[in-house]
Structures are given as structure tokens and as C-alpha cells.
């Protein structure tokens, strides 16, 4: 998987927490410049599934959170099940914040204020390519490197180092989070996102530092892409797209992580921001099946790919969503 799609998952998933100090805010482009302008001569079919019982159907709509201006997502069906339902379920909106979710601030204030700076623990070499890394990213290096390394790393991923014409301003969570306020509709939260969030700060072993001063040490210190996957390939034009492509055309990858690789970081980040939480969506869904009615769920596209996702979860609990044929 190229960096600049687990760029995006990352970028996405960081952005939900809005109150993560030193979030870096997607900035919108007037214009997409011409490396980056993209076609689509298909007309566009996301993937989406039904779950549903006697007096009970749910939607599940497997999403991009950040997209380029003028991206074409909706279909004639999608609109018509916009239409029907009675609430919109996303991951975490700011418009149904949880009454009692953990404040992430506080939580992370306290991890940094008792914790040795990430260079101190590294190898002399490691810390040396750990400030070439930061620096990369145009983050500052003492905020950076007093957050736990999980963090860090996600932090980082957020802004990547370099131009991207994506933003959450044209994700698909966004555009449907205003049409359903427009409409005077229920929006609901799924997750406390500060509770996913908490299982990362608490991620800060000597196994995970172990493996960054092992991945800085064998980086090259070219590019921050390059550290996070050593096959990168610049890519522009519908290339640059592709997943974006994919994902409106409704294809679906037979497996799916966050491409980190296999060792503890990517181990952790799986489990953590795919695993998990597909594990609890299930619960969620089936629980939410006792209550009348007609729901969108909109959610991460990954969600749905792979033997660990949200679809396989259900089965385990008996249930089965059925893909919508458009």
C-alpha cells in the first residue's frame, strides 16, 4: 500500500479528533492543480450493504472522509436511501459528541507532562533521523517528540510533509452531516472517538520504540514518504487516484490494514483503529436492530474490507448484510 493512502486513513481518522493539539487542518484548494486533476467516465457506485430485520433496515455505506473538490460519489440509490433514512450514523461527529466521552486533552496533557522525550530513548543514530523526520513533516520537534510514539506517528501522518488537494470539507461524512442538519434529521455518534484515541497514548513501550529506532536507522532520511513505505512511487493524475477510483466504483479489496507493516507499530495500529473497533460496530449494529426504523451508517471503507471487518464481525454474531445491487 502506497503512503499517500495511508496518509489519507490516517489524515482521516486524526481529524476526527478535533481538539488533538497540533492537528494540522486540511487545507482547501480553489483549484486542483493540473498533477493532480483526475477523470471519471464511470458513473459512480460505492459499495453499500443492508442489514435488517421485520421493522428495522440499516444502510452501511462504506466512506472516503477526505476527498478532492468535484469528486463524484452519489449514486441514484445512494440519494434515494439518503432520502429514507430517519438518522445518520458516522464514526464521531462534533454534532453528537457522547455526553460522557473522555477528554482527550487532559489525557494526553498528562501523558506528556510524566514521559522522557522520544529522542532520549533512541540509539544516537535513531535520534538523529527521529529530527530529520520531524522535520519533514513541518511539525515542531519538541511537541513531537514529547508525545507518545503512536501519536507522534499518527500526528505526523496527518500532514505528511507534503501537498495533497484532499480535504474533509469534501468527504462524504461532511456532505451528509449537512444535508441531514438541513433536513432536521438525527445525527449519532458510533464511537467516542477520545476512547479510540486513549488506546494509542497508552501504546508507548519499549517494543514500539525499539522498532522506530530499527525503522529511522534503516531509512535513507530522503523523504518522509519513503520512511513510511519503502516501495513509494511518485504518482499523479488518475494514478494518483486510484483508490479513490476503486472505492466509487464500488470494487472491494479482499484484504485490507493500515500498511504499516507487520511488526508492533503496524500491529498496534490494526488492532487498534480496524480490529477493535469493527469488533464493537457489530455489537453496536446488532443492538441497534432492536429499535424500529431506517439508518445510514457511513463509515470508513476499510471497515468493510478483510477478514477482521465490520461484515465478518456480524457473522460471528449470527448476522449477515447483504451487498446492495445497484
Known amino acids: 500500500m502506497h503512503w499517500k493512502f495511508v496518509q489519507r486513513i490516517l489524515a482521516a481518522f486524526a481529524a476526527l479528533f ?51 473538490r468535484g469528486f463524484r460519489w452519489r449514486s441514484e440509490r445512494l440519494n434515494a436511501i439518503i432520502e429514507q433514512a430517519d438518522v445518520l450514523v458516522v464514526e464521531t461527529s462534533v454534532y453528537a ?34 529530527r530529520e523526520l520531524i522535520g519533514m513533516s513541518g511539525l515542531n520537534f519538541a511537541a513531537i517528540d514529547s508525545m507518545p510514539v503512536m501519536v507522534a506517528l499518527l500526528t505526523m501522518g496527518m500532514n505528511g510533509g507534503e501537498f495533497d488537494t484532499s480535504s474533509p470539507l469534501y468527504g462524504v461524512e461532511t456532505i451528509l452531516e449537512r444535508e441531514f442538519l438541513d433536513r432536521e434529521r438525527p445525527i449519532v455518534s458510533i464511537e467516542d472517538s477520545g476512547e479510540v ?7 508507548d513501550n519499549s517494543e514500539l520504540l525499539s522498532e522506530l529506532d530499527s525503522s529511522l536507522t534503516a531509512w535513507d532520511g530522503k523523504s518522509l514518504n519513503a520512511f513510511f513505505d519503502a516501495d513509494h512511487v511518485e504518482q499523479y493524475g488518475d494514478a494518483y487516484w486510484e483508490a479513490e477510483h476503486n472505492w466509487a466504483r464500488g470494487f472491494l479489496a479482499e484484504e485490507f490494514d493500515l500498511g504499516l507493516g507487520d ?57 449477515v448484510a447483504e451487498r446492495i445491487e445497484y
Open 97 to 130: 459528541i457522547p455526553p460522557d466521552a473522555i477528554n482527550i486533552d487532559t489525557k494526553l496533557a498528562a501523558r506528556i507532562a510524566n514521559r522522557l522525550p522520544t529522542s532520549s530513548r533512541l540509539s544516537d543514530a535513531g535520534a538523529t533521523r527521529w
Open 263 to 319: 511488526g508492533a507499530i503496524g500491529r498496534a495500529f490494526n488492532q487498534n483503529l480496524l480490529d477493535r473497533r469493527n469488533s464493537a460496530w457489530a455489537l453496536w449494529l446488532e443492538e441497534r436492530l432492536e429499535e424500529p426504523g431506517t439508518v445510514l451508517l457511513a463509515v470508513g471503507a476499510g471497515h468493510f474490507e478483510g477478514d477482521a471487518s465490520v461484515l465478518d464481525m456480524l457473522e460471528t454474531r449470527g448476522l
Open 197 to 203: 484515541m486513549y488506546s494509542l497514548l497508552r501504546l
Open 18 to 68: 478535533l481538539t488533538l493539539p497540533l492537528a494540522v487542518q486540511a487545507q482547501v484548494q480553489s483549484a486542483t492543480p493540473d498533477r493532480y486533476s483526475f477523470t471519471q467516465d464511470y458513473e459512480p457506485s460505492p459499495a453499500m450493504w443492508e442489514l435488517s430485520d421485520e421493522d428495522t433496515t440499516i444502510y452501511m455505506l462504506g466512506t472516503f472522509h477526505s476527498l478532492p
